[in-house]
């Protein structure tokens, strides 16, 4: 919370506003000091907290200091987080200080998002394969080649063309088990009647190509 922030500011803004809201309702056939005391009691552990901000009270009204002790907390746990690193990863960790060391200081936030996210998407891309079926792999490849969406009625002629190549293993398996996959990985998605592949299963490619060639994977 920013400096000079007013105490209704803050309340209004707050999460449970929502429930606030539903218990004053509630309250509406009862006195307000019994009202306040009970809305005040339904809440104490949040405004107690907020005590720990208070910078000012008086006649002019309730301010609060900005959010240092949170600020403070949460490095404290990024310090906890590097102390408890293990030896191979303190090695990679000085490599990675080592290699900021020559970038500019107001780039290496950005530089350092923007290999945190290749290492995550990296990271799912992996767990991925290491289940999705080979034939939709190459499902994926084809909505690609085809400009990224075909209609519902070609992707199941597609499968239903697996199934008659690989009859025992997509025996109790439908286009829809087949598909659902898919959607929930966020690589292709139904549009309509229409499948498209998303920019995650793009990348998903990518990735195949890069890290997994030579390889493929069953059915």
Do not use: C
Not at 8 to 26: E, N, P, Q
Not at 42 to 57: C, G, M, N, P, Q
């Amino acid at each position: 919370m920013q400096s000079g922030q007013t105490f209704s500011d803050w309340f209004f803004a707050v999460a449970w506003l929502d429930v606030f809201k539903v218990v004053t309702d509630l309250l509406v056939g009862l006195g307000w000091p019994a009202a306040i005391v009970l809305i005040a009691y339904a809440f104490r552990h949040e405004i107690r907290k907020k005590f720990d901000d208070l910078e000012t009270a008086g006649p002019s009204g309730v301010t609060f200091r900005p959010q240092q002790r949170q600020e403070i907390e949460k490095l404290e746990e990024l310090r906890l987080v590097a102390e408890n690193s293990r030896p191979a990863q303190k090695v990679v960790e000085a490599r990675i200080l080592a290699d900021l060391e020559i970038i500019q200081e107001n780039q290496r936030l950005p530089v350092l998002v923007h290999h945190l996210a290749l290492a995550r998407l990296g990271r799912h891309f992996e767990g991925i394969y290491w289940v999705i079926f080979g034939s939709q792999i190459e499902g994926l490849r084809r909505l690609q080649d085809a400009g990224g969406r075909t209609s519902l009625a070609q992707a199941e002629q597609y499968f239903e063309q697996v199934k008659a190549e690989y009859p025992d293993f997509y025996a109790t398996i439908t286009f829809t088990d087949w598909f659902r996959f898919l959607q929930t990985s966020q690589l292709a998605a139904l549009e309509g009647t229409n499948v498209a592949i998303t920019d995650m299963g793009q990348e998903f490619l990518i990735f195949v190509d890069e890290t997994k060639a030579g390889k493929t994977r069953p059915h």
